[in-house]
């Protein structure tokens, strides 16, 4: 069962920065899964901010955090960033990386593939104030 851990949530202050981290905490290679990272505020439903698959298909961004944030890979630390820039009280957040094996069946994030990730890691918070 791959186990995923978050980190580098905080408060910023609007345009800001933060780097969070998806981690394996079972020791599986996350080379083979595709990554996402999603968001949840309350009231809202979660949303998909930006995936990237394990081979295959292009990485892909929500239309407001394109220019903004950068997710990528660092094989030898077996972990998935996501570079966040030019914060936004909007981009505040629970933010989750979750994990579906192999590449994706068509574009990483969708209505569709979004129901697929079944490793969840706990999320952190990522606050934008003020």
């Known amino acids: 069962q791959l186990q995923l851990v978050e980190s580098g949530g905080g408060l910023v202050q609007p345009g800001g920065s933060l780097m969070l981290s998806c981690a394996a905490a079972?020791?599986?290679?996350?080379?083979?899964?595709?990554i996402g990272w999603f968001r949840q505020v309350p009231g809202k439903e979660r949303e998909a901010v930006s995936c990237?698959?394990?081979?295959?298909?292009?990485?892909m961004y929500v239309d407001s955090v394109k220019g903004r944030f950068t997710i990528s890979r660092d094989k030898s630390k077996n972990t998935v960033f996501l570079q966040m820039i030019s914060l936004k009280p909007e981009d505040t957040g629970v933010y989750y990386c979750?994990?579906?094996?192999?590449?994706?069946?068509?574009?990483?994030?969708?209505?569709?593939?979004?129901?697929?990730?079944?490793?969840w890691g706990q999320g952190t918070q990522v606050t934008v104030s003020s």
């Open positions: 079972s020791g599986s290679n996350l080379d083979y899964y595709t």
């Open positions: 979750a994990a579906l094996w192999g590449p994706p069946p068509g574009n990483c994030m969708g209505p569709v593939v979004n129901g697929l990730y079944r490793s």
């Open positions: 990237i698959p394990s081979r295959g298909y292009s990485i």
